[in-house]
């Protein structure tokens, strides 16, 4: 015979349910659909669901044969046909004939799982065996999810992430997060004028290592490099922790709620992330005293403050390491009894040791070994604990995936221990529910370590579309992927971002600059978008800012991304924020959409379905008891799209326009009328968000 059609779709109830990731113990319920064509030997197949297991353990359990209806909508909605598409597999099924009597021999095969008890992966696929003739039927060539594909050889497997229970504090799920390099923000106190010539500096500003310090706050950074092209001189701004607290009312009145600060503590550095002392703050900064004051007045306004935990390496001129002997006290590099020395991984001591990514000024640590660990959260004054008794409300973990498993977790009884409303959020750059690393498959989003995670993997998605690289169906499944393969606690609590320390300014890539490897060093520091590019940036801007604070998640805005800056990768991305000199049109698009995703809850916690329209519109719901707002995007730059409003790969269920008026909450001034089937006009480089009045 030939091959026969077959059928399962892991994003619709109808074939897999529960939809996504599963509480350990839970049951999933698995369907398949075959198709035999007139072969009579239908009742003869037998068909298996294959799954693998933590730790590589195989599973055949047998499927049983289970009766399909006989009326067509709800053969239509066991199909899960989508009214909208007129081809492909699932269309192909609806035209044929679905009884067993003179047409094709249609069966469905039926499993239920018990997942395991403990926190882990599973994979599964279908065996087919019909005679001598084996077929699989497995994930897509993409491993997104959603519709499969029917193999001769063992295929990519759906995944299962089996979780423990998760509750994110609520503050966190329900914030607005803003990033601040602390050096580029806003000079406070002495510096308020901006102007270093007046000789009364704050303490610490100048140092005996040759730094060298920004008259000019609107100067574009750059780096002092040898000729091995390490950094020989660091450059400062001075902005530091009392800049913050006198910018607390511009971030309140921006609807900000959580501040992430990246590194505080005393380094040579600018970015700080080589650590010198984790129980100073840089005093560049600040002090304690001033750390205290900042977290104050951050809770009168409603506003927590998350650290950036470095923990994978410190600085080599650390007092830990202290390798130009700044410090008095005996470092690692100095002596083998120094109480230090075991923190550190010596290849040919001292002057061969494993640093991050090959860069000599950070030494790795070894993070298991039991005195740093006492050190960083195990003790009493470890680091972790004491900065969060001195207010801060929770860390993110600099390059998790080079923190042990173990290490994460018992950090992680560490925070909550000390404040059982704190967060540990993970920089994760992949899929965080499969991520490997180190050849070690990653746990940070079973429950046992991360409460939330960077969203890279959502921002490449978004600005893949945006640009042009992807079409919204490709959008849509991806999408669909990383929503399957995480908890709904974990995709409502990652850290949405679309621009960060680590990357080209979002409003520089928005614009299509050109490549940077294509540039020199000159040329990257002076680039501008010019006005044509820039204009098309801010459109898309727009668009990509408003997927960000209208989905799940925690939206993060890079400072500075808000008023217009623009700049290449490091050092150009860390530029100053532009006070007096901010993009008024772009400040006051973020001031909206911020103050819309407090307005109205349903943009928080609501339900979330994906969909598109044509390969240019995007789309998106958010549903809850009171509201109902459909988001759509046309990220053409030059051509509207009108069309009726029907979703494609959302099928029937939970269409929102069935009936009812509609206004946009981006322009109040656009009501749709009537029911299901009105024309829509979305201009190019548009967006659109519908929120239905009927429901509310």
Same mark, same amino acid.
């Given at each position: ?501 680590? +990357? ?6 928005? =614009? $299509?600059?050109? &490549?940077?490897?294509?540039?020199? !060093? /000159? %040329? ?110 046309? +990220? ?6 009108? =069309? $009726?409003?029907? &979703?494609?790969?959302?099928?029937? !269920? /939970? %269409? ?41």
């Amino acid at each position: 015979m030939d091959k026969p059609k077959v059928y399962h779709n892991s994003h619709r109830n109808e074939y897999r349910s529960p939809f996504g990731a599963m509480p350990t113990g839970g049951t999933a319920r698995l369907r398949l659909r075959l198709d035999l064509g007139n072969d009579k030997n239908g009742p003869g197949v037998r068909c298996y669901l294959r799954l693998w297991e933590k730790n590589s353990r195989e599973r055949l359990l047998p499927m049983d044969r289970v009766d399909f209806p006989k009326d067509s909508d709800s053969m239509t909605q066991l199909l899960g046909a989508d009214s909208s598409r007129n081809n492909g597999p699932v269309a192909q099924f609806l035209e044929m004939d679905l009884s067993e009597d003179g047409g094709s021999m249609t069966l469905f095969f039926e499993a239920r799982y018990e997942v395991p008890q403990e926190p882990s992966l599973v994979w599964y696929y279908f065996k087919i065996v019909l005679g001598e003739r084996v077929f699989y039927y497995g994930n897509n060539a993409e491993t997104l999810g959603g519709e499969g594909a029917l193999y001769e050889t063992e295929p990519p497997g759906y995944q299962i992430t089996v979780y423990s229970p998760l509750n994110v504090p609520r503050w966190y799920k329900d914030g607005i997060m803003y990033q601040i390099f602390v050096d580029r923000f806003f000079r406070g106190g002495d510096f308020r004028g901006g102007d270093f010539t007046s000789g009364d500096t704050p303490e610490g500003l100048m140092d005996e290592h040759g730094s060298l310090y920004h008259l000019d706050w609107y100067d574009t950074p750059f780096y002092i490099r040898g000729k091995d092209n390490s950094i020989t001189r660091w450059t400062f701004f001075g902005g530091n922790l009392r800049g913050i607290i006198e910018k607390l009312d511009y971030l309140k009145e921006l609807g900000i709620t959580i501040i992430y600060l990246n590194p505080i503590f005393k380094a040579r550095s600018n970015h700080k992330y080589d650590t010198g002392d984790y129980m100073i703050i840089d005093p560049m900064f600040g002090n304690e005293k001033v750390f205290a004051e900042l977290i104050s007045e951050a809770e009168k306004r409603g506003i927590n403050i998350i650290l950036d935990g470095v923990f994978s390496h410190t600085g080599a001129y650390s007092i830990y390491f202290n390798k130009d002997g700044t410090y008095p006290s005996i470092g690692a590099y100095q002596s083998k009894d120094s109480p230090y020395y075991s923190w550190y991984k010596f290849e040919d001591y001292p002057d061969e040791y494993e640093s991050w990514w090959g860069v000599e000024t950070m030494p790795n640590v070894d993070e298991m070994e039991p005195s740093y660990r006492e050190f960083i959260y195990g003790g009493k004054n470890s680091v972790i604990r004491h900065w969060m008794r001195l207010g801060a409300k929770g860390w993110r973990l600099d390059v998790a995936d080079e923190l042990p498993s173990e290490f994460i977790k018992e950090m992680r009884i560490a925070v909550k221990e000390t404040d059982d409303e704190g967060i540990l959020l993970g920089e994760v750059w992949e899929d965080a529910s499969n991520k490997v690393s180190y050849g070690e498959l990653r746990e940070y989003l079973l429950g046992g370590e991360l409460d939330s995670s960077t969203n890279y993997p959502l921002r490449r998605i978004w600005l893949d579309f945006i640009l042009g690289k992807i079409d919204a169906d490709l959008a849509h499944r991806r999408i669909m992927g990383l929503y399957e393969n995480y908890s709904k606690e974990s995709f409502y609590s990652a850290m949405n971002l679309i621009g960060s320390h680590d +990357r080209v300014r979002i409003l520089t890539k928005l =614009g $299509e600059a050109p &490549p940077e490897e294509e540039l020199c !060093e /000159g %040329v990257k520091e002076n680039y501008r978008l010019s006005p044509d590019a820039r204009k098309l940036g801010i459109k898309r801007l727009r668009l990509i800012s408003l997927m960000q604070f209208f989905f799940p998640g925690v939206p993060c805005i890079y400072y500075g991304d808000e008023a217009g800056l623009e700049g290449y990768s490091d050092p150009y991305n860390r530029g100053t924020y532009p006070w007096g000199r901010e993009d008024g049109e772009i400040l006051a698009w973020y001031k909206k959409i911020t103050a819309l995703r407090q307005q109205y809850d349903v943009l928080r916690d609501g339900d979330f379905k994906s969909f598109y329209l044509d390969r240019d519109v995007y789309g998106f719901i958010r549903e809850n008891s009171k509201d109902r707002v459909v988001v759509l995007i046309n +990220r053409n730059p030059n051509d509207p799209w009108e =069309g $009726e409003l029907i &979703p494609r790969s959302i099928g029937d !269920e /939970g %269409v929102p326009w069935k009936a009812g008026d509609a206004i946009d909450l981006l322009n109040s001034d656009y009501i749709l009328k009537g029911p299901r089937g009105c024309l829509l006009r979305i201009e190019p480089l548009g967006a659109m968000a519908l929120n239905f009045i009927e429901c509310r």
